[in-house]
């Protein structure tokens, strides 16, 4: 066979695996040296990303959280996908239903971990970057740290250190040195140093990391190009009043590759999201801190259910980021009555690349239906989409996160990052049936 020849079998290779999901693609990277080398060239990534596979979706992590004492059936996390709606408005008028199917990818409990899942992040943190997902639970539970590429299932644990057990941590990606973080914030009430560690080839390590604000921390974080958002609250710290107003909310912002923190004051308790590439807080106009109010209870759910009306008016209010340096934001504000909305069973998954706003149901329960909602601000209609495909293998009511954008990033090598495979387990499948005979 001569060069020519070869060349033009390789492109025909690389043009059918180009339209393949990402897991099959990792696969193909361990056929040989040569297949690995092609799946890694920039011409395969840019030809990746131009396919449909390729394209953002949505991303399920559902826990089940079991009993905490048991020695199993605890902190069991399953990943499912699906392609986010493009232009959902024209699939479908906004009064109508849209059904689509997840697809499963993995269900996994590595090393028995046993993390479970709190909504309040003094108790558990999840975190997404650039296709990889991250889980650090109460310190009671599960001290190490895991990084796991929800899709093929293969993860890491992070080295053990001490933390006390209101743990706060987060993840990030730096898109130019192509490197993960993991900053953990130490409690400010508590025992401990704030630390830093790259993930990634060679010894990992915990470093210590200053941070000139003492806070604590408020929300989730969300890493927009590079950088590490999320919001504190630095009451002990600052005060500073205007038109009457105590400001002692801030976004904390940290530089993932300078490893450097600035802040930003705001005037209230907010979610923050990733808006079309810039930061934006999101919020409800009577929103609250309920975990703050509940003191870590898990009575969430009670609460929720008799202090948040039913046809309460849903005004929303997003502030978009337009300068960093000046903080300047754009400020918009959308009202909407709609009786298949009910905000105390949402959380905010965050925006699609075109603008769309997701909430998602906060909790999977076998037997009933499951929706995400597609808000449009320009347009201020809300979609409605049903979600099948979790099949009936939960028992029980089960925690679950949505994360919007999901695209695995083929410049990152997870086959070196990532050393561990988790075999599936193997109770149940995901149509209700039992995989032993």
Not at 90 to 96: A, D, G, I, M, V
Not at 128 to 157: D, K, M, V, W
Not at 240 to 248: A, E, F, P, R
Not at 360 to 373: A, I, L
Request: hydrophobic content about 35%; charged content about 25%.
């Amino acid at each position: 066979m001569n060069s020519s020849s070869l060349i033009s079998n390789n492109d025909l290779i690389l043009e059918i695996l180009s339209r393949l999901p990402s897991k099959s693609v990792t696969r193909f990277r361990c056929v040989s040296k040569l297949w690995a080398s092609m799946l890694c060239s920039l011409y395969f990534k840019e030809l990746f990303l131009t396919r449909s596979s390729a394209k953002p979706r949505l991303l399920f992590a559902i826990i089940e959280n079991g009993d905490e004492d048991a020695e199993a059936g605890c902190g069991v996390w399953s990943f499912f996908s699906l392609p986010q709606l493009e232009y959902p408005y024209e699939q479908s008028p906004s009064t109508s239903l849209v059904v689509a199917a997840a697809e499963f990818h993995v269900r996994f409990s590595p090393d028995s971990l046993k993390i479970n899942h709190y909504y309040n992040v003094r108790h558990c943190s999840c975190g997404y970057a650039s296709g990889l997902f991250y889980i650090h639970g109460n310190r009671c539970q599960a001290r190490p740290a895991l990084i796991c590429n929800p899709i093929t299932g293969r993860y890491e644990i992070l080295p053990e250190r001490y933390t006390y057990r209101k743990a706060y941590s987060f993840f990030g990606f730096d898109p130019v040195e192509k490197q993960y973080k993991v900053l953990y914030m130490a409690y400010p009430y508590g025992p401990g140093r704030h630390r830093i560690l790259t993930f990634g080839y060679g010894d990992m390590r915990w470093r210590k990391i200053n941070c000139s604000l003492r806070h604590e921390v408020k929300s989730d974080g969300v890493c927009i190009n590079g950088v590490l958002y999320y919001l504190g609250d630095a009451s002990d710290s600052i005060h500073v009043s205007s038109d009457d107003v105590t400001l002692h909310y801030v976004i904390v912002c940290f530089d993932v590759r300078s490893e450097e923190f600035t802040f930003i004051e705001v005037e209230r308790f907010c979610r923050l999201i990733n808006y079309k590439g810039k930061l934006a807080v999101i919020y409800w106009e009577d929103d609250e801190d309920v975990y703050e109010i509940c003191n870590g209870s898990k009575d969430l759910e009670k609460y929720l259910e008799e202090n948040l009306e039913v046809d309460a008016t849903n005004e929303l209010h997003v502030w978009v980021l337009e300068d960093v340096e000046k903080q300047e934001w754009s400020r918009y504000a959308y009202t909407w009555t709609d009786d298949k909305f009910f905000r105390r069973h949402v959380s905010f998954a965050g925006a699609t690349v075109l603008g769309e706003i997701v909430f998602s149901v906060r909790k999977y329960t076998p037997k009933q239906p499951f929706y995400v909602y597609y808000f449009n601000p320009e347009r201020k209609t809300l979609q409605r989409v049903e979600i099948q495909g979790f099949g009936e293998a939960f028992k029980t009511s089960c925690s679950i996160r949505t994360f919007v954008n999901h695209v695995e990033d083929l410049n990152v090598n997870d086959l070196e990052l990532l050393k561990s495979v988790h075999p599936p387990l193997e109770e149940t499948d995901y149509e209700g049936n039992s995989d032993s005979e």
